[in-house]
């Protein structure tokens, strides 16, 4: 069973930076030919894309206002995909999730993806 595992998240001012981190299990084979994505999800609302990254490195940014401060990013070697924030405002708070899509290009359809980490809790205050 693939196992996807986020890290990184945490409490951090307006204007802040993070980056987060999912690294897939062992059993992820042919883990460079997946669609690796991020998602968060605030509750009470739907999950939603922010980014997704494909093979060697072909990215898709789903929501305009974040293209620029978010930058998405894979080490298939160390199965390992990274979401770098900048500039963090209070609307970025919510809970992201790593996701993974076996052998396709990615989407913004989160009833898509095949596999999700557990979530890392992302909280920014002014």
């Known amino acids: 069973q693939v196992q996807l595992v986020e890290s990184g998240g945490g409490s951090v001012q307006v204007g802040g930076s993070l980056k987060l981190s999912c690294a897939a299990s062992?059993?992820?084979?042919?883990?460079?030919?997946?669609?690796m994505a991020w998602f968060r999800q605030v509750e009470g609302k739907e999950r939603e894309a922010i980014a997704g990254i494909y093979g060697q490195g072909r990215t898709s940014y789903y929501a305009d206002s974040e293209k620029g401060r978010f930058s998405i990013s894979r080490d298939n070697s160390q199965k390992m995909v990274y979401l770098q924030i900048n500039s963090l405002l209070p609307d970025d708070t919510g809970t992201y999730f790593c996701a993974a899509r076996r052998g396709t290009t990615c989407t913004a359809n989160y009833v898509l993806y095949d596999h999700w980490g557990q979530g890392t809790q992302v909280t920014v205050s002014s």
């Open positions: 062992a059993s992820a084979v042919h883990y460079e030919k997946w669609c």
